[in-house]
């Protein structure tokens, strides 16, 4: 009953390796997000998913994609990973309408050496 | 993209002491949130506010919706050392809008209290 789970928690990767983060939740929401979060910067969301098959783009998507099969599953791959892709990277989802809050996993930390 | 400005970007207070934080914007937003980010955790919802004029507490904090609807002010009373991590505003426009859905953070306000 975690509601919203990512994996790994902390990830070192060299560059150019592919990377791939997973997010799984449990409440059957709409809508799933990726977010990096850097100092200085805050969140940026990076994609974002309506619903299984949709996904769309958000303010730093590029280097990364990301896919939703099945409602509950929004993966985020790194395909060739580089240092600027060093952050913490936030998983989140929300119910469709409602007041607009989003609930966010623990986050990933990845290192790209 | 478009971006929120959040400030101050850190804070250093005295356990006791009030905390002011507010976030602006070039544009409008209709939903306006705070969240807060424990050391290694996910961030979480403080306070919703969706109505412009608004006025909405939770406990010790107090949070405003600009009658603009351009700004949100975030105000914690009397504070206590767990009130230590990263407090965000975030914004999410009308739907019917291109950007519905998703929400916009501002930079974020770190706040350290001193027993």
């Known amino acids: 009953d975690a509601g919203i789970t990512q994996s790994p928690r902390y990830k070192i990767t060299e560059t150019g390796r592919q990377v791939t983060l997973m997010c799984h939740q449990t409440?059957?929401?709409?809508?799933m997000f990726w977010y990096r979060q850097d100092l200085g910067h805050g969140l940026r969301l990076i994609y974002y998913?309506?619903?299984?098959?949709?996904?769309d783009k958000g303010e730093v998507p590029d280097g990364y994609v990301v896919s939703r099969s099945k409602t509950e599953n929004f993966p985020l791959t790194l395909e060739s990973a580089t240092r600027s892709q060093t952050s913490v990277y936030f998983c989140?989802?929300?119910?469709?309408?409602?007041?607009?809050?989003?609930?966010f996993g623990e986050g990933s930390r990845l290192t790209v050496l | 993209g478009q971006q929120l400005n959040q400030s101050p970007q850190s804070m250093f207070i005295q356990e006791g002491e009030d905390v002011s934080m507010n976030c602006t914007s070039s544009s409008i937003f209709n939903t306006w949130l705070w969240y807060k980010q424990d050391p290694g955790e996910g961030p979480v919802l403080l306070i919703a506010l969706y109505k412009a004029g608004e006025l909405t507490s939770n406990g010790r904090l107090t949070a405003q919706f600009g009658i603009t609807r351009k700004d949100s002010f975030l105000n914690i009373s009397a504070s206590i050392p767990s009130d230590v991590g990263i407090y965000f505003c975030a914004g999410q426009r009308n739907a019917g809008c291109p950007s519905y859905g998703k929400l916009t953070f501002g930079q974020g306000t770190i706040l350290t209290v001193h027993p």
């Open positions: 409440w059957s929401h709409s809508y």
């Open positions: 989140a989802s929300r119910e469709t309408g409602g007041g607009g809050e989003l609930f």
């Open positions: 998913s309506a619903a299984a098959d949709i996904t």
